[in-house]
Nanobody, 123 residues
Framework: QVQLTESGGGSVQAGDSLRLSCAAS????????VGWFRQAPGEGRDFVAA????????HVTDSLKGRFTISSDLAKNTVYLQMNDLKPEDTAVYFC????????????????WGRGTQVTVSS
């Protein structure tokens, strides 16, 4: 089994930055990819970004490119989501997700979920 624990959420002002962390434990070798989703109140859970553990491959959803970046630290078994120039519409619970393979980012292919961390952006 794989356990994912998010941290780094909080309440910020528009234009601020936050860095979310996802610490993984357990049978990490069975999960090639780690990603982030977000879910705003009353909305579905949307894909944000993903990365392979070795950092060689990354993918950020088009609408967030330029503001959000994803990185990994294999030595710490941790994946980061750097969020810059935050906007009120970025307000959501952010979930860490682990996939067994690379390239299939839909939530149907997620094998493990974290419990989420709240990000609130005020104008």
């Amino acid at each position: 089994q794989v356990q994912l624990t998010e941290s780094g959420g909080g309440s910020v002002q528009a234009g601020d930055s936050l860095r979310l962390s996802c610490a993984a434990s357990g049978r990490i070798a069975t999960r090639r990819t780690v990603g982030w989703f977000r879910q705003a109140p009353g909305e579905g859970r949307d894909f944000v970004a993903a990365i392979t553990w070795n950092g060689e491959s990354t993918h950020v959803t088009d609408s967030l490119k330029g503001r959000f970046t994803i990185s990994s630290d294999l030595a710490k078994n941790t994946v980061y989501l750097q969020m810059n120039d935050l906007k009120p519409e970025d307000t959501a619970v952010y979930f860490c997700a682990a996939y067994p393979v690379w390239g299939r980012f839909d939530r149907r292919y997620v094998a493990n979920w974290g419990r989420g961390t709240q990000v609130t952006v005020s104008s």
